[in-house]
């Protein structure tokens, strides 16, 4: 899968993607991720990327010219996307944007089945709306909440959706157990047990709890349950929490699961 990452500090993913999953999906040929500056897409002798906006206002906004040259570039031609719109060869072209949809578990699988993700690294005071309207096919965020930019943000979305692509994780299982991970019932896998690890497949829940050596650690012991080897009270148990923990810190989440399981 091929990541395009648009943004005016092209720097920033030095880091993001040198590490974990995303540097060893990399490796493996299974993501191919290139960043690009906004800025190469002007033609002023000052590269401007931003401008006041029309009506007035504090701040600048970006300009609709190189973010849609940009991309056009990328492309090979003039596209006209729209929110939600299908672009030919499996591409989404992603706007971060605090006012965009809330990024999910479930909008992460959809991504990971294309074949290509452009990702636009929005400003904190805005974007041209054009850019949402007519080039975008996703304008996300990933919070109720206001960063300085999309740099943030694009790089989350980068690695969630490359955990989900087929050999990242190593562990095709890996995935199945993590928060909101679940797809359509709260049910235990009818596939076999591996290594002992009974499976869950949660309906949007969050993950049970997990402890590791050693059992005791400053008096706070690792519960019996998970000592004792038996592996459908080890499954009932770890259901009951994730259960608990998704009422006490997630309680919205419950809304989607059928009523006689929350």
């Avoid at 993001?16 to 990399?26: S, T």
């Avoid at 971060?96 to 993700?117: H, I, V, Y």
């Amino acid at each position: 899968m091929q990541f395009d990452i648009v943004t005016i500090f092209p720097d920033f993913f030095t880091g993001p993607l040198d590490y974990g999953i995303v540097r060893r999906a990399r490796e493996a040929h299974l993501v191919d991720v290139r960043v690009h500056d906004l800025r190469a897409f002007t033609h002023d002798r000052h590269r401007t990327v931003d401008d006041r906006p029309f009506g007035g206002g504090e701040g600048m906004v970006l300009k609709p010219e190189p973010l849609f040259e940009a991309v056009e570039s990328l492309l090979g031609g003039e596209i006209h996307a729209g929110e939600n719109a299908e672009l030919a060869g499996g591409t989404a072209v992603v706007l971060l944007s605090a006012a965009g949809k809330l990024f999910r578990q479930e909008t992460a699988r959809r991504f990971a089945a294309l074949d290509r993700m452009i990702l636009l690294c929005g400003r904190y005071e805005g974007v041209d709306e054009r850019v949402a309207e007519h080039l975008a096919t996703d304008e996300l965020s990933i919070g109720d909440f206001v960063l300085s930019g999309g740099e943030l943000p694009a790089a989350m979305v980068l690695d969630a959706v490359t955990r989900l692509i087929p050999g990242a994780l190593g562990n095709e299982d890996s995935s199945l157990n993590e928060s909101f991970s679940a797809t359509e019932a709260l049910e235990v896998s009818a596939s076999p047990v591996t290594n002992h690890e009974p499976r869950i497949t949660n309906h949007g829940m969050l993950d049970f709890p997990h402890y590791t050596r050693p059992a005791e650690f400053r008096g706070w012991p690792v519960p019996e349950i998970l000592l004792g080897g038996n592996h459908e009270q080890i499954r009932r148990w770890r259901l009951e929490k994730a259960l608990e923990k998704t009422r006490r810190n997630r309680p919205d989440l419950l809304a989607s699961m059928p009523p006689d399981a929350r």
